[in-house]
């Protein structure tokens, strides 16, 4: 099969085109159309893949509307997570051969047939998962593990909060504190979407729309409070987030959904002794995300192969539906990730 593959998208010319989404201007879903474009040249230590899916993230909802500036070094073509074949590799991109199935964090590029990758962000597939949710691994993943377990330090028995249970990143997250040894809170907007994390570990989640957060984490642990929040609101959310992070207690931004400003008291955060921190993948430099594949593979991938983590799909899209992807992630009613298929 793989063979067969490598024969039926051999790149033939430099000059080849492929089928790829471009936003026509900033905007709504409506302004991703799709495209031909010439297949991207290979530079130094990349490999040329042949895209079979493509994760859909929130960041390329804010690239869409204009609100996350593209690097000058990335394609402005949507996508930062794939899965699929290798078909072509620079000279000294020797790490995976021709023909390897493989998923890769990309920097831009994936809503598309074909995406040049740095071969140092490629992971071989786990055994056991699929093309389509191995496609859900790259850019999830490695912000969760990057954040909760290494910047976070997340330890066994120790306390997590999760705002957006149900999200990519949320039912991500809960799997992984799980199977580490944390106990796992979380928040989410229904009472389906709660019991869906509760089903994934999380010992309670809350409905944040239909009460206080906060009050309860305090009563849950005895007004002790989660050693680690890991939070995709800001805004008002930060000062809410420290009425319930116990002494020493770490807080995570990776979002600003609620708002870029908030209100802090810092006398209180000195006398908790709490640490405030937060991160993007994209802008981060190659080997800084060279370093979260590394990690990532030795630490995660055996609970991978045996399923005892697993991406969750809410729902799979044509490339040409795309649009629609972009409008149910905007929605907000899924639990887990929207996949493309190429």
């Not at 593959?5 to 900033?26: G, Q, R, S, Y």
Request: aromatic share 6%.
């Amino acid at each position: 099969m793989i063979n067969k593959e490598i024969k039926l998208t051999k790149i033939k010319k430099p000059n080849d085109t492929m089928k790829a989404i471009e936003i026509v201007k900033f905007g709504g879903p409506e302004n991703l159309k799709l495209k031909s474009k010439h297949i991207p040249k290979l530079k130094k230590g990349e490999i040329l893949i042949k895209v079979h899916y493509a994760g859909v993230n929130r960041p390329d909802i804010l690239q869409r509307e204009g609100n996350y500036p593209v690097p000058k070094t990335a394609s402005d073509i949507p996508g930062l997570e794939v899965s699929g074949i290798i078909v072509d590799r620079e000279k000294t991109a020797t790490k995976y051969p021709v023909g390897s199935k493989i998923c890769a964090l990309c920097h831009g590029g994936g809503y598309a047939e074909y995406v040049a990758v740095n071969q140092d962000h490629c992971m071989p597939i786990p055994k056991k998962i699929s093309l389509e949710e191995a496609a859900c691994i790259p850019e999830t993943f490695i912000t969760v593990w990057s954040n909760v377990f290494l910047r976070g330090g997340l330890k066994k028995n120790e306390s997590i909060l999760i705002h957006g249970g149900a999200s990519g990143i949320g039912t991500t997250a809960i799997q992984l504190a799980k199977i580490f040894g944390a106990k796992v809170y979380a928040t989410a907007g229904s009472s389906k979407k709660c019991a869906a994390v509760k089903k994934l570990g999380a010992i309670e989640c809350i409905n944040y729309k239909k009460g206080n957060f906060e009050k309860k984490i305090n009563l849950l642990t005895k007004e002790k409070g989660v050693n680690l929040i890991l939070d995709m609101v800001a805004g008002d959310y930060v000062k809410r987030n420290l009425k319930c992070l116990s002494e020493d207690g770490r807080l995570i931004i990776i979002a600003v959904q609620g708002g870029l400003k908030g209100s802090l008291n810092f006398g209180y955060l000195m006398r908790k002794r709490y640490t405030i921190t937060g991160s993007t993948l994209r802008p981060q430099e190659d080997k800084v995300k060279a370093s979260y594949v590394r990690s990532l593979i030795k630490h995660v991938w055996p609970f991978l192969e045996k399923r005892q983590v697993v991406p969750i799909i809410q729902k799979c899209f044509g490339l040409s539906k795309v649009s629609f992807a972009h409008k149910a992630l905007e929605k907000g009613d899924h639990v887990g990730k929207f996949v493309l298929k190429i």
